[in-house]
């Protein structure tokens, strides 16, 4: 009964502990206003400028361009990656997947073009 008594007391502190790890507070990296510009495209270089809000938790914001606003459906971020989906005219909900490259760029693709963000510092 001992044994059984130890072998539980283990078991709902490894299950506690592990609990506790993966809750960690989300990083506010990604936060702030950004300036995403795409080179390439059919419709030539697309300057997208964004101010990323955490609400409830999350990210959220929308692409905005000289003629053209787009909400952001949702945005995936991890501590070196940030995945922003859009509404495009033409080809339904695409992303952006863009990597951290230091503490105010990313780098990364939009389909096959080449995309870069710069914290824009106010």
Known sequence: MKK????????FFGITLQGFSQSTAPT??????????VNGTPRGDIVFKT???RKDGKL???LVT??????I???????????????SSQGGEISIDLTKVDDNNLK???MDFT???KRVKE
């Open 115 to 117: 995309a870069t963000a």
């Open 108 to 110: 990364g693709m939009l």
């Open 60 to 62: 959220t914001g929308e």
């Open 28 to 37: 506010d990296f990604y936060a702030g206003k950004w300036e995403i510009a």
């Open 4 to 11: 059984a008594s130890i072998i539980l007391f283990v078991f």
């Open 73 to 87: 459906t949702k945005i995936e971020e991890k501590d070196k990656t940030l995945v922003i989906y859009f509404e």
């Open 51 to 53: 101010n990323l809000v």
């Open 66 to 71: 000289d003629d053209n606003k787009r909400p």
